[in-house]
């Protein structure tokens, strides 16, 4: 079975750990982008609308307000001053419920907001009719009974329908909330599964380097060291493969091959060297001296050329003629040493090989690093962005709260009023008995004093029958009938301060009785804002901690992205320890100097390997 080769091997780990970041990095970010926009609805859309809502409910309560002072005023002036302040304020309340369109985004919200128009319409315009009749009006404390019920009723309808307003935005903002935690933890338990499959890429492609290529190199490079020390028993046990690394092998085994026939061929010449010598005694001296210069020959250009591959030259041929006895050891020697040359350039090309496959991984794990370094930036950015998001929600809440302990002693204060009114009213019923028993006492005097006019009248009678003798007591009955006419006279003066008075204080207890009803109003007012503000600071309280467990959760996913900048760093020193043993036998096979042909040659076959891992480098890169 032929087995993978090296450039193949670590293509295929490039391409892995590139769908492995493509995918994690594909999977945060449309995680990201899909949290980042509820959170954009959140605080653009549901709490916008809220702050919308709260500042016509705002507006609406000072409208009211300012509408119980009309109610309750006797001033033209303050009436008139009170009637241009309603509306400025009815113009502001208009414009704000304007302001709510942008934020209307379904049926139900478009019913509402109808509705609400309607209902401030209806309220405005009662309102309108009401204090224009007002100025006119007799009978002030029924109209201020019939007519502050029915304000009452219709301000009521318009807070109903900004209530339903309230709970929709909260309930969408709190479903944007349960949606982005969904998404959350999806997308972390995606980003985890591919950071596990990207974790068991890198440790088998650390395993592959290690064991398929570092240590069969290793073994490659002892098995040279050894060969070329002398020693020609050894045996390749990795020239079965079918890659680079068995070519080698098999390359060092034609290599052992070539220096065992070397030896073989030296035994051989020493054979025939004993013959020659044998021979020499029998033949002439002539042809034996003739056979000892051709036997110089060929053993002195054998000898030269077998210390010139001693010293590592591959690079010649012996192009000196031998005898025909020994040519054919000379082509023999000629071809297992371009053989053995060849073997040399083709491990050569192999190693450039290996160190450009192994410098393109060192490449791709910098750009992976960077990349994690990047993701690692914009997540941090996240989680301030959402940090700051759940103060303001944090301060808001804390408001609400503010506001809604103002209200309590708003409705306290408001309790505490209308104690006061009753009290009021009691004294103003006491003062009108008082008034009441003044009058009979009035009307005691005034008998009296005509009972003395009377008495004084006839004294005067008696005094004329007596005449002369009873002048001087005519005198005085006349000052006695004088003095009751002048006590009937204050006494009917006491009874008309006294009727004006007890009018006085009837009018004064009915004003009381009206201010009562009027602070139980304000009480009921009171109690409906201290309602919505409890709403509101829930509400705020809810979206508060929905903000924290995003914040938490960008925060774990911000920590993973950093440890797996770490892997990736490991990944990068690993490719470059495999760089370096690269170097490193490059190294040893450059000691044997090659012919110019064959290098070039084998250099020429090994570029277009080389430039496809750079095309596949630079696209990863892109």
């Known amino acids: 079975m032929r087995s993978v080769g090296i450039k193949l091997s670590l293509g295929i780990i490039l391409l892995l750990i590139s769908i492995s970041c493509v995918v994690s990095g594909k999977f945060s970010i449309d995680g990201l982008t899909h949290v980042n926009g509820r959170v954009e609805k959140i605080a653009h859309q549901s709490l916008a609308s809220l702050k919308i809502l709260a500042a016509i409910d705002s507006q609406i309560r000072t409208f009211r307000a300012v509408e119980i002072q009309q109610l309750t005023t006797s001033s033209p002036e303050e009436f008139a001053t009170l ?8 113009e502001k309340i208009a414009h704000a419920i304007d302001a709510y369109v942008p934020f209307i985004n379904s049926d139900n919200d478009q019913a509402l907001f109808h509705n609400l128009q309607e209902e401030w319409s209806e309220y405005e315009e009662y309102h309108d009719t009401t204090f224009k009749n007002w100025v006119v009006s007799q009978d002030k404390s029924h109209a201020l009974l019939n007519e502050g019920q029915q304000l009452i009723e219709l301000q009521e309808k318009v807070s109903g329908t900004l209530t339903s307003f309230m709970d929709g935005s909260i309930t969408d903002a709190a479903s944007y909330a349960l949606d982005s935690g969904v998404t959350y933890r999806m997308t972390l338990r995606r980003v985890y599964a591919a950071y596990v499959a990207l974790f068991v890429v890198v440790v088998v492609a650390v395993l592959v380097v290690v064991y398929n290529i570092l240590r069969p190199l290793q073994k490659i490079n002892a098995s040279i060291t050894r060969l070329a020390g002398g020693q020609t028993d050894l045996t390749f046990p990795l020239a079965h493969r079918g890659d680079e690394i068995g070519a080698i092998s098999r390359s060092l085994d034609v290599f052992r091959a070539a220096a065992i026939a070397k030896r073989k061929l030296e035994q051989d010449a020493e054979i025939q060297r004993r013959q020659a010598e044998a021979e020499r005694v029998a033949i002439q001296e002539k042809a034996e001296a003739e056979a000892r210069e051709w036997l110089r020959k060929a053993t002195g250009a054998l000898a030269a050329g077998l210390k010139r591959m001693a010293g590592g030259d591959l690079s010649f041929q012996i192009e000196t003629e031998f005898s025909k006895a020994f040519e054919p050891l000379r082509h023999d020697f000629n071809q297992s040493l371009a053989q053995l040359a060849a073997t040399f350039s083709r491990m050569s090309g192999a190693i450039h090989v290996i160190s450009d496959g192994t410098h393109g991984l060192a490449a791709g794990a910098d750009t992976l690093a960077r990349r994690s370094e990047t993701q690692a930036a914009a ?69 009296i004093a005509f009972q003395t006019n009377l008495l004084a009248l006839n004294a005067s009678v008696e005094a004329a029958r007596a005449g002369t003798a009873g002048r001087g007591f005519a005198v005085v009955a006349t000052e006695v009938r004088s003095l009751a006419q002048k006590c009937a006279e204050a006494a009917l003066d006491v009874r008309t301060v006294i009727r004006r008075t007890a009018a006085d204080v009837q009018e004064g207890a009915g004003r009381v009785k009206d201010c009562s009803g009027a602070l139980r109003t304000i009480a009921a007012f009171i109690g409906q804002m201290g309602q919505h503000l409890d709403a509101i600071a829930i509400a705020a309280r809810e979206q508060s901690s929905s903000l924290g467990e995003i914040n938490a959760a960008v925060g774990s996913l911000d920590q993973t992205t950093q440890q797996n900048t770490g892997v990736a760093d490991q990944f990068h020193a690993t490719s470059r320890s495999l760089a370096d043993e690269s170097g490193r036998l490059n190294g040893l096979v450059s000691q044997f100097s090659l012919p110019e042909t064959e290098a070039a040659g084998q250099h020429a076959a090994f570029p277009d390997h080389a430039a496809s891992d750079r095309v596949l480098l630079a696209a990863y890169e892109e």
């Open 83 to 90: 009637s241009a302040s309603s509306t400025a304020i009815s």
């Open 379 to 447: 997540l941090e950015q996240t989680a301030a962005a959402v940090a700051g998001i759940a103060r303001s929600v944090e301060d808001t809440a804390k408001r609400s709260e503010d506001a809604q302990q103002i209200g309590a002693r708003a409705r306290q204060s408001a309790a505490t009023s209308t104690a006061i009114t009753h009290e009021a009213e009691a004294a103003m019923g006491r003062i009108e008995q008082g008034s009441a028993q003044i009058a009979a006492i009035v009307d005691v005097i005034d008998g």
